[in-house]
């Protein structure tokens, strides 16, 4: 069965998420090259962590559109923990906008659309259907 538009859109955000992830590894990749980390050791780490935060959310964005209960869970709490970071980031002074609302907002829509598709989703899943 194909799946349902909320979750082709929720595995897209996944997916630009997971790019966006990647991408940060790079820069990190770049600051530790050019010298620029107090720690080597620590700098690696965070790239190493950074990459299977990405990892984790591709995984999601591909299981999600194979309709499968543990990606879509999965990214609920990378979603959650998205929006959690978005609002933490206002009590930083002065408040960065950009990241803010790039993460909170994209978090947020994420979730958003996570949810409708497990209802859609489990909707239509014969294997959560009552018998009566």
Avoid: H, K, N, Y
């Avoid at 929720?10 to 991408?23: D, F, K, N, Q, Y």
């Avoid at 790079?26 to 530790?32: Q, R, V, Y």
């Avoid at 869970?73 to 923990?81: A, K, R």
């Amino acid at each position: 069965m194909r799946p349902s538009r909320p979750a082709m859109a929720a595995a897209v955000v996944l997916g630009l998420e997971a790019a966006a992830l990647t991408g940060i590894a790079l820069l990190e990749l770049f600051a530790l090259v050019t010298g620029d980390v107090s720690s080597t050791p620590a700098g690696l780490a965070l790239i190493v962590l950074t990459l299977l935060g990405a990892a984790a959310l591709a995984a999601f964005a591909i299981g999600t559109l194979r309709r499968t209960s543990w990606a879509r869970s999965g990214g609920i709490v990378f979603q959650v923990l998205a929006v959690a970071l978005g609002l933490a980031s206002l009590t930083i002074q002065p408040v960065s906008w950009p990241f803010t609302v790039g993460v909170g907002v994209t978090g947020l829509v994420g979730l958003i659309l996570l949810i409708a598709a497990v209802r859609r989703d489990g909707a239509t899943d014969p294997r959560l259907r009552r018998e009566d």
